[in-house]
């Protein structure tokens, strides 16, 4: 099914420099970045939000245990110390 799609210039030479690179067609290069994009999206879509991250959930070490709860005692302190680290 033909379809049409206009590019501009910029986005023209990227698709030719990286089909010349990979050694495809310009067409086998562009149906193929639209079939990841349209998987990758349909992937996302039906998913929520604590899916989208919860690979990143927990995976920080150091700082505070109870940072969320007293966030604003935190960020008092750290303006304090930052205050008297200043010189005068």
Same mark, same amino acid.
């Given at each position: 099914?033909? @379809? ?13 420099? @990286? ?5 495809? %067609? %310009? ?12 998987? %990758? @999206? ?30 604003? %005692? ?8 930052? *205050?008297?680290? *200043?010189? *005068?």
């Amino acid at each position: 099914m033909p @379809t049409s799609v206009r590019l501009d210039p910029d986005l023209e030479a990227l698709v030719m420099k @990286t089909a010349e690179v990979l050694s495809v %067609k %310009k067409s086998a290069l562009i149906r193929q970045a639209i079939q990841e994009f349209c998987r %990758k @999206t349909l992937e996302r879509s039906g998913r929520r939000p604590y899916e989208l991250v919860k690979d990143l959930i927990g995976c920080a070490e150091g700082g505070p245990r109870e940072l969320a709860r007293n966030s604003r %005692k935190f960020m008092v302190e750290m303006l304090h110390d930052r *205050r008297a680290r *200043r010189p *005068r």
